[in-house]
């Protein structure tokens, strides 16, 4: 698997997260089987994302609400929060290159979403990196 596909994955079981507060470990273990992933890296990849992500939410939560201007984070739908959650955890807490973190971010909303869902995560991710750089 690609890391994009894996950042799929990653995306996927948030989302499911998000709606049903299910046992995140179980759910892992059986994307991972589903998927046929052998590769130690690639397990280590999606396993630390995912734990990492949901043990860090509060703060990545609070720093999504710090950028947001006109909306609140209880109206975000489950695809944004998911994938922001993804983005902020890569872009604030790994130091993953916002050009990557955001790319591949919006290329799994450009699959399971609209355009305006891209363009409204591509504004707000904007808002993040001109903060974390103190530019425009």
Known sequence: MTRREIREEIFKLLFEKELIDNDID????????????????????????????????????????????????????????????????????KNIGYEIAINEVLEIAKKYSYDDTKEFLNGILAQLVKKNNGTA
């Open 26 to 93: 179980k759910r892992i273990n059986e994307v991972i089987e589903e998927n046929k992933i052998k590769k130690e890296e690639q397990i280590d990849f999606l396993k630390s994302y995912v734990t990492e992500i949901v043990e860090k939410e509060e703060i990545l939560v609070e720093e999504i609400k710090s950028i947001l201007e006109g909306w609140t984070y209880e109206r975000l739908g489950t695809l944004e929060k998911a994938l922001l959650k993804i983005a902020f955890y890569e872009i604030t807490i």
